[in-house]
């Protein structure tokens, strides 16, 4: 019993310490590691760092931003294009 108990206490602690290198949630996790034992640690060991969430969620904002200015050039252009086409008076000079 005693051997079990200082497993989970164990996982607890690396559930934590892993949590903490990969800049994610060291509460969060340890109470994993003590609510699941090994498979809270492993939940810690396969978690996605921080890092590369933050530059996915960088990346997606960027990209939606790209399409975005993308959409309100092409909008712009096609205002530009309906101008054109509209019927126009000839400038005549002043006699």
Known sequence: MTVVL????LCVGFAALIAHAKG????WFALAGLAFGVLGLLWA??????????????????????????????????QIRRHR???VKPLHWPE
Do not use: M, N
């Open 45 to 78: 060991a396969f978690a996605t760092p921080a890092a590369d969430i933050a530059a996915k969620r960088q990346a997606e904002t960027d990209a939606a931003r790209r399409e975005r200015d993308r959409l309100e050039k092409r909008e712009d252009l096609a």
């Open 6 to 9: 200082i497993l989970w206490v």
């Open 24 to 27: 994610r949630s060291v509460g």
């Open 85 to 87: 086409r509209r019927d």
